[in-house]
Protein backbone atom coordinates (compact mmCIF):
# COMPACT_ATOMS: atom_id res chain seq x y z
CA UNK A 1 0.00 0.00 0.00
CA UNK A 2 1.68 3.15 -1.19
CA UNK A 3 -0.65 5.90 -0.68
CA UNK A 4 -4.10 5.84 1.45
CA UNK A 5 -5.77 2.49 2.64
CA UNK A 6 -7.08 -0.15 1.15
CA UNK A 7 -10.09 -1.99 2.59
CA UNK A 8 -13.19 -4.47 1.35
CA UNK A 9 -15.14 -3.53 -1.41
CA UNK A 10 -17.89 -3.54 1.07
CA UNK A 11 -17.16 -2.82 4.57
CA UNK A 12 -20.36 -5.20 5.61
CA UNK A 13 -19.38 -7.97 3.73
CA UNK A 14 -15.80 -7.78 4.95
CA UNK A 15 -17.35 -8.13 8.36
CA UNK A 16 -19.22 -11.55 7.59
CA UNK A 17 -16.57 -13.04 5.76
CA UNK A 18 -13.34 -12.44 7.59
CA UNK A 19 -13.04 -14.72 10.74
CA UNK A 20 -9.36 -15.02 11.64
CA UNK A 21 -5.62 -14.54 9.69
CA UNK A 22 -3.18 -17.28 9.64
CA UNK A 23 1.27 -15.94 9.95
CA UNK A 24 3.99 -17.99 8.51
CA UNK A 25 5.07 -19.34 11.46
CA UNK A 26 1.47 -21.14 12.00
CA UNK A 27 -0.06 -18.38 14.74
CA UNK A 28 -3.55 -18.19 13.85
CA UNK A 29 -5.42 -14.56 14.81
CA UNK A 30 -9.07 -13.93 15.37
CA UNK A 31 -9.71 -10.97 13.12
CA UNK A 32 -12.83 -9.00 11.96
CA UNK A 33 -11.57 -6.37 9.70
CA UNK A 34 -7.79 -6.53 8.32
CA UNK A 35 -5.74 -3.95 6.46
CA UNK A 36 -3.51 -4.81 4.04
CA UNK A 37 -0.42 -2.87 3.23
CA UNK A 38 1.48 -5.73 1.81
CA UNK A 39 3.95 -3.93 -0.52
CA UNK A 40 3.22 -1.61 -3.49
CA UNK A 41 4.04 -2.61 -7.79
CA UNK A 42 3.85 0.19 -10.02
CA UNK A 43 1.33 -0.19 -12.10
CA UNK A 44 2.04 -0.72 -15.68
CA UNK A 45 0.83 -4.31 -16.95
CA UNK A 46 -1.33 -1.92 -19.15
CA UNK A 47 1.80 -0.90 -20.83
CA UNK A 48 2.73 -4.09 -22.48
CA UNK A 49 3.68 -4.25 -26.09
CA UNK A 50 3.46 -0.51 -25.76
CA UNK A 51 7.33 -0.09 -26.59
CA UNK A 52 7.88 1.96 -23.11
CA UNK A 53 10.77 0.53 -21.32
CA UNK A 54 10.33 -0.89 -18.05
CA UNK A 55 12.77 -2.01 -15.21
CA UNK A 56 12.46 -5.26 -13.49
CA UNK A 57 9.78 -4.22 -11.11
CA UNK A 58 7.53 -2.64 -13.69
CA UNK A 59 8.76 0.82 -12.87
CA UNK A 60 8.49 3.23 -16.22
CA UNK A 61 12.05 3.83 -16.90
CA UNK A 62 12.31 7.82 -17.57
CA UNK A 63 15.04 10.44 -17.91
CA UNK A 64 15.51 13.89 -15.43
CA UNK A 65 13.12 15.02 -17.78
CA UNK A 66 10.47 12.64 -17.07
CA UNK A 67 10.55 11.35 -21.20
CA UNK A 68 10.59 7.61 -21.23
CA UNK A 69 12.25 6.08 -24.21
CA UNK A 70 8.85 6.57 -26.45
CA UNK A 71 9.20 10.07 -28.12
CA UNK A 72 5.95 12.10 -26.54
CA UNK A 73 5.53 9.57 -24.10
CA UNK A 74 6.66 10.92 -20.05
CA UNK A 75 6.10 9.71 -16.83
CA UNK A 76 5.54 10.94 -13.52
CA UNK A 77 4.73 9.95 -9.46
CA UNK A 78 4.78 6.04 -8.14
CA UNK A 79 4.99 4.55 -11.13
CA UNK A 80 8.12 5.80 -12.42
CA UNK A 81 11.74 4.99 -11.89
CA UNK A 82 13.88 8.28 -12.10
CA UNK A 83 17.56 9.73 -11.36
CA UNK A 84 17.76 11.04 -8.24
CA UNK A 85 20.29 14.27 -7.93
CA UNK A 86 21.34 13.97 -4.68
CA UNK A 87 22.22 10.29 -4.83
CA UNK A 88 24.51 11.19 -7.66
CA UNK A 89 21.56 10.28 -10.42
CA UNK A 90 21.54 6.54 -9.05
CA UNK A 91 17.87 5.65 -10.31
CA UNK A 92 15.09 5.20 -7.85
CA UNK A 93 11.18 4.90 -7.47
CA UNK A 94 9.95 6.88 -4.89
CA UNK A 95 6.48 6.36 -3.43
CA UNK A 96 6.03 10.14 -2.07
CA UNK A 97 3.19 12.03 -1.98
CA UNK A 98 5.92 15.39 -2.84
CA UNK A 99 7.93 13.55 -5.66
CA UNK A 100 4.50 13.05 -7.59
CA UNK A 101 3.52 17.05 -7.39
CA UNK A 102 7.14 17.76 -8.44
CA UNK A 103 7.23 15.21 -11.46
CA UNK A 104 4.23 16.29 -13.11
CA UNK A 105 5.64 19.82 -13.33
CA UNK A 106 8.86 19.26 -15.04
CA UNK A 107 6.38 17.15 -17.23
CA UNK A 108 4.16 19.61 -18.18
CA UNK A 109 7.50 21.87 -18.68
CA UNK A 110 9.31 19.49 -21.50
CA UNK A 111 5.93 18.68 -23.15
CA UNK A 112 5.72 22.70 -24.02
CA UNK A 113 9.86 22.13 -24.77
CA UNK A 114 10.78 24.39 -21.53
CA UNK A 115 13.76 22.41 -20.94
CA UNK A 116 13.69 21.25 -16.95
CA UNK A 117 14.98 18.78 -15.01
CA UNK A 118 14.01 16.80 -11.59
CA UNK A 119 16.19 18.61 -8.55
CA UNK A 120 13.41 17.84 -5.86
CA UNK A 121 14.46 16.37 -2.70
CA UNK A 122 12.41 13.45 -1.24
CA UNK A 123 10.56 14.75 1.89
CA UNK A 124 7.69 13.03 3.75
CA UNK A 125 5.62 12.85 6.78
CA UNK A 126 3.83 10.42 9.20
CA UNK A 127 1.45 10.86 12.16
CA UNK A 128 1.86 8.47 14.81
CA UNK A 129 0.00 9.04 18.17
CA UNK A 130 -0.18 12.54 18.60
CA UNK A 131 3.51 13.02 17.00
CA UNK A 132 4.92 13.56 13.52
CA UNK A 133 8.09 12.37 11.76
CA UNK A 134 9.32 14.45 9.23
CA UNK A 135 12.17 12.44 7.10
CA UNK A 136 14.26 14.79 3.88
CA UNK A 137 16.69 12.62 1.82
CA UNK A 138 17.15 9.33 0.48
CA UNK A 139 18.75 7.35 3.05
CA UNK A 140 18.66 4.09 1.71
CA UNK A 141 21.97 1.89 2.02
CA UNK A 142 23.07 4.28 5.51
CA UNK A 143 25.87 2.94 7.49
CA UNK A 144 25.74 5.05 10.13
CA UNK A 145 22.71 7.03 12.49
CA UNK A 146 23.65 10.29 14.42
CA UNK A 147 20.72 10.99 16.89
CA UNK A 148 20.71 14.08 18.12
CA UNK A 149 18.08 15.03 21.57
CA UNK A 150 16.42 11.93 23.46
CA UNK A 151 13.94 9.40 21.49
CA UNK A 152 12.43 9.17 25.34
CA UNK A 153 11.50 12.25 25.19
CA UNK A 154 10.42 12.15 21.66
CA UNK A 155 12.06 15.05 20.24
CA UNK A 156 15.34 14.43 18.36
CA UNK A 157 17.20 14.85 15.00
CA UNK A 158 17.94 11.76 13.08
CA UNK A 159 21.12 12.06 10.65
CA UNK A 160 21.91 9.07 8.13
CA UNK A 161 25.43 8.91 6.56
CA UNK A 162 26.92 7.51 4.17
CA UNK A 163 30.37 6.98 2.84
CA UNK A 164 30.81 10.01 5.49
CA UNK A 165 28.07 12.13 3.99
CA UNK A 166 24.56 12.79 5.57
CA UNK A 167 22.09 11.34 2.76
CA UNK A 168 18.83 11.70 4.65
CA UNK A 169 17.25 13.02 8.25
CA UNK A 170 14.69 12.56 9.92
CA UNK A 171 12.78 14.45 13.32
CA UNK A 172 10.00 14.35 15.79
CA UNK A 173 9.37 17.34 17.81
CA UNK A 174 11.95 19.42 15.72
CA UNK A 175 10.54 20.44 12.25
CA UNK A 176 13.28 23.30 11.27
CA UNK A 177 15.94 20.40 11.24
CA UNK A 178 14.37 18.18 8.74
CA UNK A 179 13.76 21.14 6.63
CA UNK A 180 17.16 22.58 7.16
CA UNK A 181 19.12 19.24 5.80
CA UNK A 182 16.91 19.46 2.70
CA UNK A 183 17.69 22.63 1.71
CA UNK A 184 21.84 21.34 2.37
CA UNK A 185 20.86 18.31 0.32
CA UNK A 186 18.93 20.62 -2.28
CA UNK A 187 21.97 23.14 -2.50
CA UNK A 188 24.56 20.22 -2.59
CA UNK A 189 27.06 21.85 -0.61
CA UNK A 190 27.42 22.79 2.87
CA UNK A 191 26.04 26.59 3.67
CA UNK A 192 28.02 28.52 5.76
CA UNK A 193 25.86 31.94 7.64
CA UNK A 194 23.98 33.99 5.15
CA UNK A 195 22.86 37.21 4.81
CA UNK A 196 19.08 36.47 4.94
CA UNK A 197 17.23 37.18 7.76
CA UNK A 198 13.17 36.17 8.13
CA UNK A 199 11.28 37.74 10.77
CA UNK A 200 6.80 37.11 11.36
CA UNK A 201 4.81 40.45 11.91
CA UNK A 202 0.97 40.56 12.37
CA UNK A 203 -0.37 42.96 9.97
CA UNK A 204 -4.22 43.35 11.49
CA UNK A 205 -3.90 39.78 13.03
CA UNK A 206 -2.79 38.36 9.53
CA UNK A 207 0.56 36.89 9.87
CA UNK A 208 3.08 38.21 7.23
CA UNK A 209 6.43 36.64 6.27
CA UNK A 210 9.26 39.78 6.17
CA UNK A 211 12.23 38.65 4.32
CA UNK A 212 15.67 40.36 4.33
CA UNK A 213 17.57 39.32 1.57
CA UNK A 214 20.81 40.93 0.82
CA UNK A 215 19.23 44.42 2.33
CA UNK A 216 16.59 44.13 0.06
CA UNK A 217 12.74 43.40 1.85
CA UNK A 218 9.95 41.87 1.17
CA UNK A 219 6.58 40.41 2.38
CA UNK A 220 4.63 37.07 1.44
CA UNK A 221 1.83 35.19 3.34
CA UNK A 222 3.27 33.67 6.82
CA UNK A 223 1.17 30.15 6.24
CA UNK A 224 2.23 27.85 4.06
CA UNK A 225 -0.90 27.05 1.09
CA UNK A 226 -0.09 23.22 1.68
CA UNK A 227 -2.00 22.56 5.38
CA UNK A 228 -1.89 26.26 6.89
CA UNK A 229 1.06 25.25 9.17
CA UNK A 230 3.42 28.85 10.26
CA UNK A 231 6.30 28.97 7.83
CA UNK A 232 8.62 29.77 10.84
CA UNK A 233 9.04 27.36 13.78
CA UNK A 234 11.25 28.24 17.00
CA UNK A 235 12.15 25.35 18.94
CA UNK A 236 12.19 26.57 22.67
CA UNK A 237 13.40 25.46 25.86
CA UNK A 238 12.13 27.34 28.70
CA UNK A 239 12.96 30.89 28.04
CA UNK A 240 15.99 30.22 25.97
CA UNK A 241 15.77 29.29 22.19
CA UNK A 242 17.27 26.04 21.00
CA UNK A 243 19.87 26.39 18.00
CA UNK A 244 20.28 22.12 16.91
CA UNK A 245 23.74 23.01 15.00
CA UNK A 246 21.71 24.04 11.62
CA UNK A 247 20.59 27.50 10.81
CA UNK A 248 17.11 28.78 9.51
CA UNK A 249 14.94 28.00 6.19
CA UNK A 250 15.35 30.34 4.43
CA UNK A 251 18.28 30.00 1.60
CA UNK A 252 18.50 32.81 -1.24
CA UNK A 253 15.16 34.02 -1.67
CA UNK A 254 13.34 30.34 -1.15
CA UNK A 255 11.91 29.33 2.09
CA UNK A 256 11.06 26.15 2.94
CA UNK A 257 7.87 24.78 5.11
CA UNK A 258 9.57 23.15 8.10
CA UNK A 259 6.55 20.98 8.11
CA UNK A 260 6.28 19.31 4.73
CA UNK A 261 8.91 20.84 2.98
CA UNK A 262 6.89 22.68 0.45
CA UNK A 263 9.18 26.14 -1.23
CA UNK A 264 8.20 29.44 -2.27
CA UNK A 265 10.04 32.25 -3.55
CA UNK A 266 10.05 35.05 -0.97
CA UNK A 267 9.90 37.99 -3.64
CA UNK A 268 7.17 36.23 -5.63
CA UNK A 269 5.07 34.37 -3.40
CA UNK A 270 5.22 31.58 -6.43
CA UNK A 271 5.98 27.82 -5.15
CA UNK A 272 8.67 26.27 -6.08
CA UNK A 273 8.94 23.11 -4.61
CA UNK A 274 5.85 20.47 -2.99
CA UNK A 275 3.46 19.73 -1.80
CA UNK A 276 0.80 21.86 -2.06
CA UNK A 277 -0.74 23.55 -5.11
CA UNK A 278 -0.99 27.29 -4.35
CA UNK A 279 1.08 30.27 -3.83
CA UNK A 280 1.66 32.87 -1.15
CA UNK A 281 0.23 36.19 -1.13
CA UNK A 282 2.70 39.34 -1.67
CA UNK A 283 2.24 42.33 0.03
CA UNK A 284 4.02 45.76 -0.34
CA UNK A 285 6.93 46.94 1.51
CA UNK A 286 8.10 50.33 2.15
CA UNK A 287 10.99 51.29 4.51
CA UNK A 288 11.16 54.82 5.36
CA UNK A 289 13.54 56.90 8.14
CA UNK A 290 14.37 53.68 9.00
CA UNK A 291 11.29 52.12 9.94
CA UNK A 292 9.53 49.09 7.39
CA UNK A 293 6.42 49.42 6.65
CA UNK A 294 4.19 46.35 5.11
CA UNK A 295 0.31 47.57 3.53
CA UNK A 296 -2.03 44.83 2.62
CA UNK A 297 -5.20 45.78 0.73
CA UNK A 298 -7.91 45.20 3.70
CA UNK A 299 -9.76 42.82 0.54
CA UNK A 300 -6.97 40.54 0.56
CA UNK A 301 -6.08 41.02 3.89
CA UNK A 302 -7.78 37.35 4.65
CA UNK A 303 -6.30 35.54 1.96
CA UNK A 304 -3.68 33.02 2.87
CA UNK A 305 -2.90 31.51 -0.92
CA UNK A 306 -3.25 32.68 -4.04
CA UNK A 307 -3.95 30.54 -7.34
CA UNK A 308 -1.16 31.25 -10.32
CA UNK A 309 -3.23 32.51 -13.35
CA UNK A 310 -4.29 30.06 -15.86
CA UNK A 311 -5.63 30.32 -19.58
CA UNK A 312 -7.85 27.71 -20.59
CA UNK A 313 -9.11 25.49 -24.07
CA UNK A 314 -8.90 26.93 -27.49
CA UNK A 315 -11.70 25.23 -29.59
CA UNK A 316 -9.51 25.72 -32.87
CA UNK A 317 -6.37 24.26 -31.35
CA UNK A 318 -6.49 20.59 -32.18
CA UNK A 319 -3.38 19.41 -30.02
CA UNK A 320 -4.49 16.71 -27.06
CA UNK A 321 -2.45 15.73 -23.67
CA UNK A 322 -3.63 13.20 -21.97
CA UNK A 323 -3.03 11.98 -18.87
CA UNK A 324 -3.67 8.27 -17.46
CA UNK A 325 -3.72 8.54 -13.68
CA UNK A 326 -5.69 10.46 -10.53
CA UNK A 327 -3.06 11.70 -8.33
CA UNK A 328 -1.06 14.87 -7.82
CA UNK A 329 1.16 14.02 -10.66
CA UNK A 330 -1.93 14.41 -13.53
CA UNK A 331 -3.02 17.61 -11.55
CA UNK A 332 -0.23 19.32 -11.38
CA UNK A 333 0.94 18.54 -14.85
CA UNK A 334 -2.24 19.77 -16.13
CA UNK A 335 -2.27 23.19 -14.20
CA UNK A 336 1.73 24.02 -15.08
CA UNK A 337 0.47 23.24 -18.93
CA UNK A 338 -2.47 25.95 -17.77
CA UNK A 339 -0.26 28.75 -16.13
CA UNK A 340 2.04 28.32 -18.95
CA UNK A 341 -0.47 29.15 -22.13
CA UNK A 342 -1.05 25.71 -22.94
CA UNK A 343 -4.43 25.37 -24.98
CA UNK A 344 -5.14 22.22 -26.18
CA UNK A 345 -7.15 19.87 -24.64
CA UNK A 346 -6.33 18.57 -21.50
CA UNK A 347 -7.78 15.21 -20.08
CA UNK A 348 -7.24 13.27 -17.23
CA UNK A 349 -8.36 9.48 -16.94
CA UNK A 350 -8.80 8.00 -13.86
CA UNK A 351 -10.23 4.59 -12.62
CA UNK A 352 -10.74 6.60 -9.01
CA UNK A 353 -14.55 7.69 -8.65
CA UNK A 354 -13.37 11.00 -7.64
CA UNK A 355 -10.99 14.22 -9.08
CA UNK A 356 -7.44 13.98 -8.18
CA UNK A 357 -8.14 14.21 -3.98
CA UNK A 358 -5.42 14.20 -0.94
CA UNK A 359 -4.64 10.40 -0.29
CA UNK A 360 -2.18 10.74 2.35
CA UNK A 361 -5.07 12.01 4.79
CA UNK A 362 -6.69 9.09 4.77
CA UNK A 363 -4.41 6.56 6.82
CA UNK A 364 -4.42 9.73 9.30
CA UNK A 365 -8.31 10.04 9.84
CA UNK A 366 -10.53 7.64 7.78
CA UNK A 367 -13.83 9.72 8.71
CA UNK A 368 -13.39 12.23 6.32
CA UNK A 369 -15.88 12.79 3.73
CA UNK A 370 -14.50 12.84 0.21
CA UNK A 371 -15.51 16.64 -0.03
CA UNK A 372 -13.30 17.58 1.97
CA UNK A 373 -9.80 16.38 0.78
CA UNK A 374 -10.30 17.05 -2.86
CA UNK A 375 -7.57 19.00 -4.18
CA UNK A 376 -9.99 21.33 -6.05
CA UNK A 377 -13.07 21.49 -6.45
CA UNK A 378 -15.55 20.31 -9.49
CA UNK A 379 -16.01 23.50 -10.79
CA UNK A 380 -12.06 24.44 -11.15
CA UNK A 381 -11.32 21.96 -13.90
CA UNK A 382 -14.62 22.91 -15.81
CA UNK A 383 -13.55 26.73 -15.76
CA UNK A 384 -10.02 25.82 -17.00
CA UNK A 385 -11.02 23.39 -19.70
CA UNK A 386 -9.43 20.34 -17.52
CA UNK A 387 -11.59 17.09 -18.68
CA UNK A 388 -11.82 15.03 -15.86
CA UNK A 389 -12.71 11.11 -16.90
CA UNK A 390 -13.64 9.55 -13.85
CA UNK A 391 -14.06 5.61 -13.83
CA UNK A 392 -12.01 4.36 -16.68
CA UNK A 393 -8.91 2.72 -16.80
CA UNK A 394 -6.67 2.62 -19.87
CA UNK A 395 -5.75 -0.80 -20.80
CA UNK A 396 -3.34 -0.57 -23.66
CA UNK A 397 -1.33 1.90 -25.36
CA UNK A 398 -0.52 1.76 -29.09
CA UNK A 399 2.50 4.26 -28.79
CA UNK A 400 3.02 4.08 -32.50
CA UNK A 401 -0.97 5.20 -33.57
CA UNK A 402 -0.49 7.29 -30.28
CA UNK A 403 -3.89 5.91 -29.44
CA UNK A 404 -4.79 4.37 -25.78
CA UNK A 405 -7.54 1.60 -25.22
CA UNK A 406 -9.81 2.22 -21.98
CA UNK A 407 -11.21 -0.56 -19.87
CA UNK A 408 -14.93 -0.06 -21.71
CA UNK A 409 -13.78 -0.37 -24.98
CA UNK A 410 -14.02 2.93 -25.93
CA UNK A 411 -10.12 4.19 -27.56
CA UNK A 412 -8.70 8.26 -27.38
CA UNK A 413 -5.81 9.69 -29.51
CA UNK A 414 -3.44 11.52 -27.88
CA UNK A 415 -0.31 14.00 -28.59
CA UNK A 416 1.61 13.78 -26.09
CA UNK A 417 0.99 11.06 -23.03
CA UNK A 418 1.54 11.11 -19.31
CA UNK A 419 1.67 7.67 -17.71
CA UNK A 420 1.02 8.65 -13.83
CA UNK A 421 -0.74 5.52 -12.96
CA UNK A 422 1.23 5.15 -9.31
CA UNK A 423 1.10 1.64 -7.85
CA UNK A 424 -0.96 -1.55 -7.04
CA UNK A 425 -1.44 -3.83 -4.32
CA UNK A 426 -0.09 -7.07 -4.23
CA UNK A 427 -2.41 -8.59 -2.35
CA UNK A 428 -3.46 -11.38 -4.54
CA UNK A 429 -6.55 -11.51 -6.73
CA UNK A 430 -8.83 -13.81 -5.14
CA UNK A 431 -8.93 -11.03 -2.34
CA UNK A 432 -11.66 -8.20 -2.86
CA UNK A 433 -9.75 -5.07 -2.24
CA UNK A 434 -10.50 -1.28 -3.25
CA UNK A 435 -8.85 1.69 -2.29
CA UNK A 436 -10.79 3.45 0.36
CA UNK A 437 -11.71 7.06 -1.28
CA UNK A 438 -14.37 8.61 0.79
CA UNK A 439 -13.85 7.77 4.95
CA UNK A 440 -15.76 6.10 7.35
CA UNK A 441 -19.13 7.43 9.31
CA UNK A 442 -19.57 7.92 12.47
CA UNK A 443 -21.92 4.89 12.53
CA UNK A 444 -19.47 2.83 11.09
CA UNK A 445 -17.11 3.54 13.45
CA UNK A 446 -19.08 3.14 16.81
CA UNK A 447 -19.67 -0.77 15.19
CA UNK A 448 -16.24 -1.26 14.39
CA UNK A 449 -15.11 -0.76 18.46
CA UNK A 450 -16.94 -4.28 18.65
CA UNK A 451 -14.51 -5.56 15.97
CA UNK A 452 -10.89 -6.70 16.22
CA UNK A 453 -8.21 -5.37 13.20
CA UNK A 454 -5.82 -7.36 12.18
CA UNK A 455 -2.88 -4.94 10.31
CA UNK A 456 -0.71 -6.32 7.88
CA UNK A 457 3.20 -4.78 7.20
CA UNK A 458 4.48 -1.94 9.55
CA UNK A 459 5.64 1.24 7.10
CA UNK A 460 3.78 4.84 7.21
CA UNK A 461 0.42 4.04 5.84
CA UNK A 462 -0.11 0.95 8.31
CA UNK A 463 1.41 2.61 11.37
CA UNK A 464 -1.00 5.90 10.83
CA UNK A 465 -4.40 3.54 10.52
CA UNK A 466 -3.29 1.37 13.44
CA UNK A 467 -2.98 4.85 15.41
CA UNK A 468 -5.93 6.14 14.38
CA UNK A 469 -7.77 2.63 14.81
CA UNK A 470 -6.20 2.02 18.59
CA UNK A 471 -8.96 4.11 20.39
CA UNK A 472 -11.86 2.61 17.83
CA UNK A 473 -11.34 -0.30 17.45
CA UNK A 474 -11.69 -3.55 20.40
CA UNK A 475 -8.28 -4.70 19.65
CA UNK A 476 -5.54 -4.00 16.39
CA UNK A 477 -3.04 -6.08 16.08
CA UNK A 478 -0.07 -4.90 13.40
CA UNK A 479 1.91 -7.92 11.77
CA UNK A 480 5.44 -7.08 10.15
CA UNK A 481 8.35 -8.67 8.78
CA UNK A 482 10.60 -6.86 10.82
CA UNK A 483 12.05 -6.85 14.57
CA UNK A 484 10.62 -3.04 14.67
CA UNK A 485 8.02 -0.99 12.19
CA UNK A 486 10.64 1.52 10.22
CA UNK A 487 13.56 -0.72 11.04
CA UNK A 488 14.56 -0.30 6.89
CA UNK A 489 13.60 3.26 6.50
CA UNK A 490 14.38 5.00 10.03
CA UNK A 491 16.76 2.44 11.47
CA UNK A 492 15.92 0.33 15.09
CA UNK A 493 16.08 2.56 17.21
CA UNK A 494 13.63 5.23 16.09
CA UNK A 495 11.19 2.36 14.93
CA UNK A 496 11.26 0.84 18.27
CA UNK A 497 10.19 4.07 19.34
CA UNK A 498 7.29 4.23 17.56
CA UNK A 499 6.43 1.16 18.73
CA UNK A 500 6.77 1.98 22.41
CA UNK A 501 4.44 4.93 20.97
CA UNK A 502 1.54 2.18 19.82
CA UNK A 503 2.04 -0.11 22.51
CA UNK A 504 0.84 3.34 24.54
CA UNK A 505 -2.46 2.87 22.83
CA UNK A 506 -3.01 -0.52 23.50
CA UNK A 507 -1.62 -1.63 19.91
CA UNK A 508 -0.37 -4.89 19.52
CA UNK A 509 2.71 -6.35 17.20
CA UNK A 510 3.57 -9.19 15.91
CA UNK A 511 6.84 -8.71 14.39
CA UNK A 512 9.32 -10.84 12.61
CA UNK A 513 6.44 -12.76 10.66
CA UNK A 514 3.59 -12.15 8.19
CA UNK A 515 0.00 -12.63 7.07
CA UNK A 516 -0.07 -16.07 4.35
CA UNK A 517 -3.69 -16.41 4.88
CA UNK A 518 -6.61 -14.41 5.49
CA UNK A 519 -9.97 -17.01 6.21
CA UNK A 520 -13.51 -16.36 6.10
CA UNK A 521 -16.66 -18.16 7.22
CA UNK A 522 -17.37 -18.94 3.33
CA UNK A 523 -13.50 -19.48 2.31
CA UNK A 524 -13.97 -16.64 -0.22
CA UNK A 525 -11.44 -14.64 1.61
CA UNK A 526 -8.29 -17.78 1.02
CA UNK A 527 -5.47 -17.45 -0.99
Known sequence: MNQGVEQSERQEDLTILVKEVVLADGTVLEADVVVAGIGAIPNSDFLTGSNVAVDSRKAVIVDKFMRTNVADVFSAGDVASFPLTIRGDQRVNIGHWQMSHAHGRVAALNMLNKPTTIESVPFFWSALA?????????????????????????????????????????????????????????????????????KEVTVEDQKVLLVRTKGQYSAVGGRCTHYNAPLI???????????????????????????????????????????????LPTYKVKVQDGNVYVSVDKKSLKLTKRMKEMCTVK?????????????????????????????????????DNLPPFDKPKLSKAMNVESSSILLRQHDFYQQHGIEMWTG??????????????????????????????????????????????????????????????????????????????????????????????????????????????LEEKKVKFVMNNKVTEIRGEDGKTKY
Not at 155 to 166: Q, R
Not at 244 to 270: E, Q, W, Y
Not at 318 to 345: D, F, W
Request: with cysteine; hydrophobic share 35%; glycine share 10%.
Open 130 to 198: GKSIRYAGYGEGYTEIIIKGKLEERKFVALYIKDGVVVAAASMGMEPAVSRVADLLDQGRAITKTQAQM
Open 233 to 279: IVCTKGDQIVIINLPGTLVGDRVRCPIHGACFNVKTGDIEDYPGLDC
Open 315 to 351: PDVKHIILLVGGGPASLVCAETLRQNCYQGRIIIVTK
Open 392 to 501: KEVVSVNSADKVVKMSDGTSQRYDQLLISTGCRRSVPSPVSWIRFEGGTSAAELRRRQRDSCIISWQESCCMEAASYLSDKAASVTLVGPTKYPFQKSLGPEIGKMTMEM
